[in-house]
C-alpha cells in the first residue's frame, strides 16, 4: 500500500489511487508487487537534513529512497523535495507535474534495483522512467 505525507510543505495535485495502480503495474512489470511504500513530500531544508543525518551527504538532492524491499516486494520510504523537483523542471524546460510523476517512479525503480550512479546506468534508469511514464496515461 502507498502512503503519502508532506513535512513542510504541501501535497501536490496527484491522484493517490491512479498513482497506486500506475506504480503497482510498473512494479509488477519487474517481477514485484507493492508492499508498504511511504512518500514523503518536503522542502529542501528537510531533504538536506535527511541526507545529511543518514547519508552523510551535505548537499539537496530531489530524492532519497530508503528500500526495505523483500524478495518479490519492493517496499521502502522515499523522500521527494518538491523545491528541487520543481527547480529541476524549471532547469530542463519540463512541466512541474512530469517531474513529480517521473520522481516518483524514481524512487519505485531503486526499489526494484535499478541504480544510476554511473553514465550507463543513469541512462537506463531515464529509458526505465520514460517506459513507465507511458504507462501513467493508461
Not at 509488477?28 to 512518500?39: K, R
Not at 531544508?45 to 547519508?55: D, G, M, P, S
Request: overall charge negative; proline content about 4%; some cysteine.
Amino acid at each position: 500500500m502507498l502512503h503519502f505525507v508532506t513535512e513542510n510543505i504541501d501535497m501536490p495535485p496527484i491522484n493517490p489511487a491512479h498513482i497506486e495502480n500506475w506504480l503497482r503495474r510498473v512494479a509488477a512489470g519487474y517481477g514485484f508487487t507493492l508492499g508498504d511504500i511511504t512518500y514523503i513530500f518536503c522542502d529542501d531544508a528537510r531533504i538536506l537534513e535527511v541526507n545529511r543525518q543518514f547519508l552523510q551527504h551535505d548537499y539537496y538532492t530531489d530524492v532519497i529512497t530508503f528500500d526495505y524491499t523483500t524478495p518479490g516486494r519492493v517496499s521502502g520510504d522515499i523522500y521527494m523535495s518538491l523545491d528541487t523537483i520543481r527547480s529541476n523542471a524549471e532547469m530542463v524546460g519540463v512541466d512541474y507535474m512530469d517531474e513529480v510523476h517521473r520522481i516518483l517512479v524514481h524512487g519505485l525503480l531503486h526499489l526494484t534495483g535499478q541504480g544510476d550512479k554511473t553514465p550507463e546506468t543513469k541512462a537506463v534508469m531515464t529509458e526505465k522512467e520514460d517506459k513507465a511514464l507511458a504507462m501513467l496515461a493508461n
